[in-house]
Nanobody, 119 residues
Framework: QGHLVESGGGLVQAGGSLRLSCVFSLSDFSDMDMGWYRQAPGKQRDLVAGITTRGSTSYADSVKGRFTISRDNANSAVYLQMNSLKPDDTAVYYC?????????????WGQGTQVTVSS
C-alpha cells in the first residue's frame, strides 16, 4: 500500500541475530496496534509479535524469550529484534498496523522482508 517499508531481513546462520525495521508514513497512527507476522512457504501467515498503543507486548510461543518487539512513535517505526535464530524462523516477515475505526477495521501491511536462517 506504499505506507509501510520493511528492512533488515537477510541470510543468517542458526544462533545469529537480525533486527527488522518497519518505517511508516501515516498521518495518524496513535490509535494503532502494531505487529510482525511471518509466512513460510506453503503455510499461513501467523502473528509473531504484537505491541499495543500502550506498549503492551505479546509473542508467539515459538519466539518467546528470543524476539523483542518495540515501537518508536516519534520516528514512525516498529522494530523486531530477533536473537538465537533457528532454521524454523525462516519466512517472509510482514509489518502490520491495525485499528478499529467508525468505518470498520483498518489494516496496513508492508511488502515483506525475507529472513533465511541456515543450519
Amino acid at each position: 500500500q506504499g505506507h509501510l517499508v520493511e528492512s533488515g531481513g537477510g541470510l543468517v546462520q542458526a544462533g545469529g541475530s537480525l533486527r527488522l525495521s518497519c518505517v511508516f508514513s501515516l498521518s495518524d497512527f496513535s490509535d494503532m496496534d502494531m505487529g510482525w507476522y511471518r509466512q513460510a512457504p506453503g503455510k499461513q501467515r501467523d502473528l509473531v509479535a504484537g505491541i499495543t498503543t500502550r506498549g503492551s507486548t505479546s509473542y508467539a510461543d515459538s519466539v518467546k524469550g528470543r524476539f523483542t518487539i518495540s515501537r518508536d512513535n516519534a520516528n514512525s517505526a516498529v522494530y523486531l529484534q530477533m536473537n538465537s535464530l533457528k532454521p524454523d524462523d525462516t519466512a517472509v516477515y510482514y509489518c502490520n498496523l491495525h485499528t478499529m475505526r467508525v468505518g470498520g477495521p483498518v489494516d496496513y501491511w508492508g511488502q515483506g522482508t525475507q529472513v533465511t536462517v541456515s543450519s
